[in-house]
């Protein structure tokens, strides 16, 4: 799905592979077993994504499986995409996604597939920018010392 | 033939190291535990509005008649009782508890408690051989962690024992192979801190109420018993009936047909299963241990012999390791326990405290040059360094532990943050100054429980089944095991003597309704003689879904009671038990009234009613899927994003006052309520201090 997307300017990739402000994180949590559930504090979105994570029934009720469910409310994560580093496309895809899944775990995979995927087309984004300031920087002129 | 009591109560004045005896025969009304640990502080404590540190506070240390017996998931169970200085901003009379063998070497020594006044004038450790009982000197004690503390009080005992041993008394008149149990406290309890816990053998603490402060205020570093005896059974033969009808319901009965219970929670769980949970990557090691004659011994050993017999949130509150390791514990995990434990500080107090600390920290408000002035390397919180100056800290008194020794809401106080990060939740208190356990917003029997109380109630008894199961399989995409309409019907038969299905409506409507207040009001009457009083384990009391009991049907109603009977001789009804708990519940109530408690000081913390963790990111949201009754049907609905209403929250508190009979203007039992019980003197010295409402 990620390759339906076009891929981020240069600026929005920067935005999309920082870390936001404690101001600006995205919450999550996770259910752990006698605990209840725990606050998780998610500044990047490399971070949120990987946290995403659940099991089946069976493993998640057996402690011996150390099965987790770390939890991300897959609308809050689209509105925290939309609204803290301004990527409409990438949030309405997540949207797309959670709406189509029959549960969390339905879900967990294609979002976190999804938004990996984003990151990954972001530093290609980069590393193809960073090039360019190289070729850049190689055509241009040299220094005055070194020309006299 | 009566069984079960001992007949005596040990009563020690440590002010002038003078020891009597408390006939039980006097207490036997109240069952056991914390029944009789109320009535005995009742009675001792003079003025019951005394700080927690001060001598005149009495702690109660009390065993159940199951004590030492082979009746399941209770005989290792002991209840400690007194003024604690957790509470905030009143130090509640409250009480803890902890598992082991501590109680039933208890009975053995021939005791069915101990009650502790005074202050010694210099550190003190208190020596039971059976009947025989010294207090000591622990000068050289004073400074040892938990775990070196109780090595060498067994070599000092044992080592006396081998003497004992020589004297040619038979095996049943002085010989045991076994150490003495030792209840201890650290370093932390040494610097009376509030953050301050009680602990015994390896990892069975009572960590909540800080009575590992209260004992240091005491001078009272270690209380060591071992004791020869046994336990009188009124009917033996009925106990071994009654221990062999409940291994129908464990794995000990079922081992071709095993099944993994939820989270290795209830009677039907697996050996070492709840604490596998926290095992480190890579992996060690491991192996089930668990208290006296429990049927499924919940904790494990390590192979590195780090954490022995912890459980719960004793690894729970740090598990920012696993954040900054993959996901998984590990070593990290297996150092800070250890650490903490050895410290003898109190886990719950650390895991909501650690969250604040680390969101100060994202905030930009503590560290070095910050507004809270702080060393300690927030940017390891996950790592052991971080956990070990956090701790060192606190034990002494230096940077922010200083406060933080105070407990997380004082501190908060201190740094003039409480108002502010209680209400927007980055410091996750629920009421009390208690770190909130489960959602008040969403499980509204947990958070009514400790609003009406004085601590977070942590009891686990519909948690798994409106919560837990619901929840995960909603995830999950599963089917739960029982259906909404199938939980209600199954807890309307248990619930006696409500029987109101409707207690199970978790919906915006039900969760302020006359229903919730009989939910809450059994939870409260069953756990105050049940679990309390007679120490029946959290971990797997009450029974009400058991995977391999008839049509899925747990033991709750028939068995508490049945091993009760056999043991004592007694011949209780289940609600006669329930009972029994409501006048329990009803004196403690008068005991926090007498302490200030009023109708107008039982809020919630502001998050609970301005927080309403609705779908966003800025606050936290998790999901909560529970049984709900809308438009005349039953279903789990996640109610994640539920905020209280402060007006409907004071309503439903007049309907729980009336339900109970107390004073719905003032939340105090009126005097027809407490005669009603036998509490005319209770009544009585609620008037005498003009708290009896008119």
């Known amino acids: 799905m990620v390759h339906d997307l076009p891929a981020p300017e240069a600026e929005l990739a920067e935005r999309l592979l920082a870390t936001v402000p404690f101001e600006q994180q995205l919450m999550g949590s996770r259910l752990n077993p006698m605990r209840g559930s725990v606050r998780v504090d998610l500044r990047t979105l490399n971070e949120a994504a990987s946290f995403m994570e659940t099991a089946a029934y069976e493993e998640i009720m057996d402690p011996r499986a150390q099965a987790n469910i770390g939890y991300v409310d897959p609308l809050g994560l689209a509105l925290w995409i939309e609204t803290v580093f301004g990527d409409t496309g990438l949030a309405d895809a997540v949207r797309e996604v959670a709406a189509g899944a029959a549960s969390y775990a339905a879900a967990v995979g294609p979002v976190r597939e999804l938004v990996l995927g984003r990151l990954e087309q972001c530093e290609q984004v980069l590393a193809a920018e960073g090039a360019t300031d190289e070729r850049v920087a190689s055509d241009a002129p040299q220094s005055d010392g070194e020309a006299g | ?694």
């Open chain 2, 1 to 694: 033939m009566n069984g079960g009591y001992t007949g005596k109560i040990l009563n020690v004045d440590l002010t002038s190291r003078k020891t009597s005896i408390i006939e039980t025969a006097k207490y036997e009304d109240w069952g056991g535990g914390h029944g009789i640990g109320s009535a005995v502080f009742w009675d001792l404590c003079k003025d019951k509005t005394v700080s927690g540190f001060d001598p005149g506070n009495v702690v109660t240390i009390m065993t159940s008649p199951l004590s030492g017996t082979n009746a399941p998931a209770v005989a290792g169970r002991t209840e400690v009782q007194g003024i604690g200085v957790q509470g905030y901003p009143i130090e509640w009379f409250t009480r803890s508890n902890f598992g082991g063998r501590f109680s039933g070497m208890l009975k053995f020594a021939g005791w069915d408690g101990i009650a502790i006044q005074g202050k010694a004038d210099k550190p003190v450790w208190i020596d039971m051989r059976n009947d025989d009982v010294q207090i000591r000197d622990a000068g050289d004690l004073w400074g040892l962690d938990t775990l070196e503390t109780q090595e060498e009080i067994w070599r000092r005992v044992t080592g006396e024992l081998n003497d004992w041993w020589s004297t040619g008394r038979g095996r049943d008149n002085g010989r045991t192979t076994q150490r003495p149990a030792v209840l201890t406290i650290g370093p932390a309890g040494e610097r009376m801190t509030r953050v301050a816990a009680l602990l015994h053998d390896a990892g069975n603490g009572a960590g909540q109420g800080g009575f590992g402060g209260v004992f240091g205020s005491k001078n009272l570093k270690a209380i060591s018993v071992i004791g020869t005896g046994g336990v009188k059974v009124a009917d033996p033969s009925a106990l071994m009936a009654a221990r062999e009808w409940s291994n129908k319901y464990a794995i000990a009965g079922n081992w071709d047909n095993y099944q993994p219970a939820p989270f290795g929670m209830g009677f039907h769980s697996a050996p070492g299963s709840a604490a596998a949970a926290y095992a480190p990557t890579p992996p060690i090691p491991i192996g089930p241990m668990g208290c006296m004659a429990c049927q499924h011994n919940c904790r494990v050993r390590f192979g590195g012999g780090q954490t022995n017999g912890s459980s719960c949130l004793d690894f729970l509150f740090y598990m920012w390791d696993a954040r900054k390791h993959g996901g998984k514990p590990t070593q990290v995990l297996q150092d800070a326990v250890d650490l903490v434990q050895r410290a003898g500080i109190n886990t719950f107090e650390m895991e909501g405290t650690i969250i604040w600390l680390a969101n100060l920290y994202g905030m930009g408000l503590i560290g070095r040059g910050k507004k809270i002035e702080s060393s300690l390397p927030f940017d390891q919180i996950g790592e052991t360094i971080f956990a070990k100056q956090l701790f060192d800290a606190i034990v002494e008194g230096k940077d922010i532990g200083k406060d933080l020794a105070q407990g997380s809401a004082r501190a908060a106080e201190a740094w003039g943050r409480y108002d502010e990060d209680t209400a927007s939740g980055v410091l996750p208190l629920q009421a009390w100054g208690y770190p909130q356990h489960y959602d008040a917003r969403t499980e509204v029997e947990w958070g009514y429980g400790s609003l009406l109380g004085e601590r977070d109630i942590n009891e686990h008894d519909f948690n798994i089944w409106v919560y837990w199961v619901p929840t995960v399989a909603t995830l999950s995409g599963a089917q739960p095991p029982m259906s909404a309409e199938e939980l209600s019907e199954l807890m309307a038969k248990k619930l006696v003597p409500y029987s109101d299905p409707m207690m199970m409506d978790y919906s915006d409507e039900g969760i302020y309704s006359e229903s919730m207040a009989k939910l809450v009001a059994w939870h409260r009457h069953y756990t105050r003689f049940y679990k309390q009083s007679l120490a029946y384990c959290d971990w797997s009391w009450a029974d009400f879904y058991n995977t391999y009991g008839p049509d899925h049907v747990g033991m709750t109603g028939e068995g508490e009671q049945k091993f009760f009977n056999a043991v004592t001789g007694k011949n209780i009804t289940f609600e006669e038990g329930l009972e029994t708990g409501r006048k329990i519940w009803n004196l403690d109530r008068a005991i926090w009234v007498l302490q200030g408690r009023h109708k107008d000081m039982e809020f919630f913390t502001e998050q609970n009613y301005q927080v309403g963790a609705v779908p966003g990111f800025t606050t936290f949201e998790a999901p909560y899927v529970v049984p709900v009754h809308e438009n005349g049907t039953w279903s789990y609905k996640n109610v994640a994003g539920r905020k209280l209403d402060k007006g409907k929250v004071e309503e439903w508190k007049v309907k729980y006052y009336k339900l109970e009979g107390w004073d719905p203007e003032s939340g105090c039992p009126t005097r027809e309520t407490l005669e009603k019980l036998g509490l005319a003197n209770v009544a009585d010295e609620l008037a005498a201090a003009k708290k009896l409402p008119a």
